[in-house]
């Protein structure tokens, strides 16, 4: 071993302790942005990390595509779904008279809203497109309430970092940071292409997050749990979707 | 006296040829850890494919659309028609998790290769035709060489011959950005911050069809680039890759 290799290798040695302290450092400050996802852990964690990281950073304000008129899908495609519970058909058979939408969490008030309550507020439309992440996708007109409208009426508490939401179909659940909860786009939809939004589509209720991809717009939501933390939710990794192995971020 | 002197000037030169590596450490490491990512990024997107094989042109696309193209596979989806009476298990979630993580590093390496590849030189020296080559006649004599299937020759065990510039700067320079780009064109949160990545390439569709086109004219390199290190010896082009080794002297083979 020459003086020079031993040389090398002491550089080695310390570039690389500085990288490790470095990595630590830089974990510790992403986290205080919000910029490690729930399902972090793993070997897939640090790519699923740099994914969220980098694109909260560069999406934090960027607005989805929006779509001409002409551009909607017709007919769109309606993805299989499991079959309807007792619970919703029920509710079915109502007209949705009784469906209730639960806000609670770190909320000043919490509420639980009839689809009518949902309604009042000032509609927004959007045409967007929903992507699935097997590859298909299509082109719809979306009006709903902007879940911002309904975070806000409900006062949300300084300390929230989360939004959980619920479908009504066990056990289908997602939930998203606040950059997108607060993000003007991301709708409690409840009509699609001027009607009622069928149940084939997710209705009486369904989110809308058009900057992921389909599967972060749950169907049948029937409710809404803002939170600091996902780890009291199902295994902590903040959606059904990385317990059955799918990144809880799918902004890709 | 004089005589001495020189070859004692010309030692350490000598010395420093016979053991320059065939391939710079920093390619070496790259080339490999590129081929990891590129099989990685091969398997899992062939899973990510078999839930919806069907190929589609524009913006949107789906199981009512007619398709421009489908591969004649089972899905792993109920809901896609595919003529088979069976749907394959879904793969998709470690698929797409192994699949962007490849990226990543992929990403990571060919940034530094292609900084080092600029400073270096290495691009100038080693991918660009040599002066002598840069015509029409030049090429077509090379590729007539390589059609007739000509045993390499002695030189190219040392610098890459033509027709291997050329690919090279084409695989790295044109199909692995575009490959990139199209993957890139086909992310809701990226393309809402850079809408043109989509938008020029025609839609989402168009970027997931040119993506999937594209992984077919990389592998198609693969196989070409590994049948040619076979002809050419591969335990030796190999091991030049690997070690570094450089290749018996000239004029020997």
Known sequence: MSAVSRRTMITRGLAAAAGLSGLAAAERIADRYGLVPPDHGGIYGPGATLTFAAQRLLTRN?????????????????????????????????????WRLEVEGLVAQPASLSLDEVRRFPARRQITEIACEEGWSYVAEWIGTPLADLLRAAGVMPQARYVVYFSIEKPWWESIDMADALHPQTLVAYAMNDADLPPSFGGPLRLRVPRQLGYKSVKFVNRLAVTDSLKRFGKGLGSASPEGGYAWYAGI | MAETALSVDRLPDVAARADAPRHAALVRVTHWLTTA???????????????????????????????????????????????????????????RALHFQAAWVLVFTGALYVIWGAVSGHFRKHLLPEAGDRSLQALSRALARHLRFARPAAADAWSYNLVQRLTYIVVIFVLFPLVIWTGLAMSPAFVSAVPATVTLLGGR????????????ALVSFLLVHVAMVWFAGFSTRVTAMITGAPAPERGSE
């Open chain 1, 62 to 98: 960027s607005r989805a595509r929006e779509f001409s008129r002409s551009q909607i899908s017709t007919p769109p495609f309606a993805n299989e779904i499991a079959p309807p519970s007792d619970q919703f058909k029920r509710l079915q058979a109502d007209g949705f008279k009784d």
């Open chain 2, 205 to 216: 569709q168009s970027a997931r069809t040119l993506h999937f086109l594209l992984t077919v």
């Open chain 2, 37 to 95: 990512c590129f099989l990685a990024l091969l398997v899992s997107g062939l899973e990510i494919v078999v839930s919806h094989p069907r190929f589609y042109w524009g913006e949107t696309g789906n199981v009512l659309t007619p398709p421009l193209f489908s591969l004649p596979i089972p899905a792993s989806r109920a809901t896609v028609p595919t003529g088979y009476g069976f749907v394959l298990p879904d793969q998709n979630g470690w698929s």
